[in-house]
C-alpha cells in the first residue's frame, strides 16, 4: 500500500520540532503551575505555547515526546520530565493523569520511559534513582486495579458528585447522551467512562460503555515490562529479588495468554471480566505485546496478519471499523500517533520489517503533506482523507507525542534508507 500524499521536507519538519522543542516547555514557580502545584523541574507539554488547548503536564503523552526528545539529544528535557514523574509518584503514590488530576492516572509508561532513557544515555545513577518510583507506581496498579483474573483493569477514584458533575459536562457535551436521566444512572455511567479515561482513549467503544469490569491490553503488557525492568534493574544494581519479578513476570505472561489472546481471532483482545468473554472491537492495542515482548512467534505473525483490519491509504486507525466507530474519536477511521509507533517498533521487534517501514513511511509522509499546508503537527489524522480528524473536540495543533513519534519513525526510515 502507498499513499498518493506529495513527499514533503523531512528536514524542514525536524529543524520545526528541533526549534520548538523549547517552546513547549513549562517551568512552574510562585503557584504558576496547574492548579497551583509548581512541578520542581522544567517539563514539556503537548502544545507549544500559544498553540492548543493542552499545556500541562500529561502521563502517556509524554512518554511518547520522550522517543523524540531522546533522539535529538534533548537528554536534558527527558531526564526533568522523568524526575517531574518520581516527584508526583512520591506525592500522590501514582502518576496522575495530568498534573493536578489525581481522580485517575493512564497507561503505566514512566518504567519504560526510564528504561529508554538509560538505554540512551547509560546513566546508571537515574537507573537507581528510579527503581523504588517504579516498585511505588507498580505496586498502585497490583493493588488498587486489580481484576480476578489476576490481571489489571483501569478504574477511577471520583467522588459521586465529580461523576455526575463530569456527566453533566463531558459526557453530554462529547458523546450526546441525554441529560435527563436520574443522577444515580449519570454516576454509574460515568464511573465506567472516567475509568476509561485512564486508558488515555477516551472515548472509544472497545469497553461496551463498562471499562471498570474489563483487563485491558496494553496495561497489562506494559506491567510485564515493568515486571522486567524491576527483574533485570534488581540483578544488576545487586537490590531486591530478580527471581521474585521474574516469576510476577512470567505469571503475568501467562495469564495475558489465557484472557487476553483470544486464537479465533488471532489477536491479543481486552477481556470482558464480567461477561468473561473477548471484547468485540479490535485495536491497535493488539500490537502491544509485541512492543514490549511477551509475544512468541506465532503469536506476533498472527498479529501481524491482521494489519488490514486497521490499514488504509492514508495510515492504521486506532480500532477495526464496526458500525459504531464514528461516534469515537479513539475508533475507525482515526490514526493517533501513539499508537502508529506501538505498532511499527512491535513489527519491527518481530522482524515484519516490510510493515513497520510502510507503516512508518505513511504516517512521515501524511505529517509532511500535512505541515507543508499548515505549518504545524496535528493530534490525529483520518486515514480514508489523509486530513486532519474530527471527534470529540476540535482538533488540536500538536508538538508533544505527534513531533515525538514523527521523530522516532524518521530515525527507523533513515537508518533503513541509509
Not at 525536524?14 to 509548581?38: E, K, P
Not at 509508561?109 to 544515555?121: C, E, I, P, Q, R
Request: with cysteine; proline share 4%.
Amino acid at each position: 500500500m502507498t499513499t498518493n500524499t506529495a513527499r514533503g521536507s523531512h528536514s524542514d519538519v525536524l529543524a520545526y520540532i528541533r526549534a520548538n522543542w523549547d517552546r513547549s516547555v513549562q517551568h512552574d514557580h510562585d503557584g504558576s503551575g496547574f492548579d497551583g502545584i509548581d512541578l520542581p523541574y522544567p517539563y514539556t507539554t503537548p502544545c507549544v505555547k500559544g498553540d492548543g488547548r493542552f499545556s500541562f503536564f500529561f502521563y502517556w503523552d509524554t512518554y511518547f515526546t520522550n522517543l523524540g526528545l531522546l533522539r535529538q539529544e534533548r537528554y536534558d528535557l527527558a531526564e526533568s520530565n522523568i524526575r517531574n514523574m518520581m516527584w508526583l509518584i512520591e506525592r500522590d503514590g501514582f502518576m496522575p493523569n495530568h498534573v493536578g488530576l489525581d481522580n485517575r492516572s493512564q497507561v503505566p509508561y514512566f518504567g519504560l520511559m526510564a528504561a529508554d532513557y538509560v538505554d540512551a544515555t547509560g546513566d546508571e545513577n537515574l537507573l537507581e534513582a528510579v527503581c523504588d518510583y517504579v516498585r511505588q507506581e507498580y505496586f498502585f496498579w497490583f493493588h488498587a486495579r486489580a481484576t480476578t483474573t489476576g490481571l489489571t483493569r483501569c478504574g477511577q477514584r471520583a467522588p459521586s458528585e465529580d461523576l455526575a458533575h463530569f456527566y453533566d459536562t463531558t459526557i453530554v457535551r462529547r458523546l450526546g447522551l441525554s441529560e435527563s436521566v436520574p443522577i444515580a444512572e449519570k454516576v454509574r455511567i460515568a464511573a465506567h467512562r472516567l475509568a476509561e479515561c485512564e486508558t488515555g482513549w477516551d472515548f472509544t467503544e472497545r469497553f461496551d460503555a463498562r471499562a471498570l469490569e474489563f483487563a485491558a491490553v496494553e496495561m497489562n503488557a506494559n506491567l510485564y515490562r515493568y515486571e522486567c525492568f524491576l527483574s533485570e534493574a534488581s540483578e544488576k544494581l545487586g537490590t531486591g529479588d530478580p527471581g521474585l519479578w521474574r516469576q510476577r513476570a512470567d505469571d503475568r505472561h501467562a495469564r495475558i495468554d489465557r484472557y487476553l489472546w483470544n486464537n479465533d481471532r488471532g489477536l491479543y483482545l481486552d477481556y470482558d471480566c464480567a461477561k468473561e468473554r473477548s471484547s468485540d472491537v479490535a485495536a491497535l492495542v493488539t500490537f502491544q505485546p509485541l512492543y514490549t515482548g511477551l509475544a512468541s512467534a506465532d503469536q506476533a505473525a498472527a498479529v501481524a496478519r491482521s494489519l488490514p483490519l486497521f490499514e488504509r491509504e492514508f495510515g492504521i486507525a486506532v480500532t477495526e471499523q464496526t458500525p459504531n466507530c464514528r461516534s469515537y474519536q479513539w475508533g475507525y477511521p482515526n490514526m493517533w500517533p501513539p499508537m502508529v509507533w506501538i505498532a511499527a517498533a512491535g513489527l519491527m521487534r518481530y522482524g515484519f520489517i516490510d510493515d513497520a517501514l510502510r507503516i512508518a513511511r505513511i504516517y512521515v509522509d501524511v505529517c509532511d503533506r500535512l505541515f507543508d499546508r499548515t505549518g504545524q503537527l496535528w493530534e490525529k489524522i483520518d486515514v480514508e482523507t489523509g486530513e486532519i480528524a474530527g471527534g470529540e473536540y476540535e482538533a488540536q495543533p500538536m508538538l508533544g507525542w505527534s513531533a515525538g513519534v514523527y521523530v522516532a519513525l524518521r530515525a527507523i526510515l533513515d537508518e533503513r534508507d541509509a
